[in-house]
């Protein structure tokens, strides 16, 4: 009979996510340490950064993404990251050629045809080249222009073929929206390609620095990769590693752990629920909080597992338990509840706790 799967390092990962020890300083510091953070929802990618740092705001985000240091792209698992401009350059090659097949074949099921799909993607790149920055409903325009479908899920699937591609990334934000960018424009020319053995490197470094303890298995699930090159990727940096009685590896110099987090709310699709292949430490008996279509519920960490969720609506924060919290854990969800309405720029509320 097999052995049961070892308890997940509980203390260790949620140090190297910066949910305990020192809050990072900037948002730039919080993409650096995790590499990438998925961005699909943007209020989401928002509150992973605060429940990161201490006292910012979340115009300090968009003001990155505005001086060009931080971007929003389709990288690792065919999903919006927001990353830094310099990991954007090696992680492009790395973990987009994959996605080529399934970006194709979604096109198709727009209605979009080969021909089509190169006509839309040469429309794009041409319009930010000439134009600057441009906003989805600005590219919608000129495809529409040009014939080429819009209509349901192709406009989007027509700019992540353009992304693909290499023609175009997420930069700044304009009223609301994040505006699509000319590479070559907005991040200028790119430095030296690095060998894929080098990049598998770096993939593995990075990722154990935001990740670690893990394994081979929980880099290909987050990257997007497979597995064999994620494991050719961590022994590429064996001597900077240290193997665990419980299989995974971590890099060897990581600073001791701290146990687990005050209580706080984390937003939608925070990176403690992506980063490995198993999220049972996080979530335990409350799966729902990944929804069977695939949505991220903003959840409350309390003793580091989840034990509630909220949402955000109209001003007003709400939280449901899904179990019994304390008394004093849930003041300190207030007091973090009223942090995220400071972040965000929105007036302080009482939080409103919902009978579990």
Do not use: C, K
Not at 22 to 31: C, D, I, L, N, Y
Not at 169 to 191: N, S, T, Y
Request: charged fraction near 25%; avoid cysteine.
């Amino acid at each position: 009979m097999p052995a049961p799967p070892a308890a997940a390092p509980v203390a260790e990962r949620l140090r190297a996510q910066l949910l305990t020890g020192p809050p990072a300083g900037s948002a730039a510091e919080v993409t650096r340490r995790l590499l990438a953070v998925q961005a699909q929802d943007p209020r989401g990618v928002r509150l992973s950064v605060r429940s990161r740092t201490s006292g910012l705001r979340a115009a300090e985000l968009e003001a990155a993404l505005g001086d060009r240091s931080l971007v929003v792209s389709w990288l690792n698992r065919g999903t919006l990251h927001l990353v830094t401009a310099q990991d954007y350059w090696w992680l492009h090659p790395l973990t987009t050629p994959q996605l080529a097949t399934g970006s194709a074949r979604r096109l198709a099921q727009e209605g979009v045809s080969p021909r089509q799909a190169e006509q839309g993607i040469e429309v794009v790149a041409a319009a930010v080249a000439q134009d600057g920055p441009l906003t989805r409903a600005e590219l919608r325009e000129r495809l529409d222009a040009a014939g080429v479908p819009t209509a349901r899920q192709a406009l989007v699937h027509v700019l992540m073929a353009a992304t693909l591609r290499g023609h175009v990334v997420r930069g700044p934000v304009h009223g609301r929206e994040q505006a699509f960018a000319a590479v070559a424009d907005w991040l200028g020319e790119p430095p030296s390609p690095l060998d894929p053995d080098d990049a598998l490197a770096r993939l593995a470094r990075r990722y154990l620095e935001g990740h670690g303890p893990a394994d081979g298995h929980d880099l290909a699930r987050w990257a997007g990769i497979t597995l064999g090159a994620a494991r050719r990727g961590l022994a590429a940096i064996g001597d900077e590693t240290v193997d665990r009685p419980d299989g995974l590896v971590d890099l060897a110099d990581r600073d001791a752990e701290d146990g687990v987090p005050p209580p706080r709310l984390l937003g939608p699709y925070d990176p403690l629920l992506l980063g490995w292949v198993s999220r049972a430490a996080w979530v335990g008996e409350h799966e729902g909080i990944v929804t069977t279509n695939g949505l991220f519920r903003p959840f409350a960490l309390v003793g580091g597992r989840a034990a509630a969720t909220w949402a955000l609506s109209d001003g007003t924060l709400t939280l449901q338990p899904l179990e019994r919290i304390r008394r004093d854990d849930l003041t300190a969800l207030r007091a973090d509840a009223t942090d995220v309405l400071r972040y965000l720029g929105l007036p302080d509320r009482e939080l409103v706790v919902l009978t579990p």
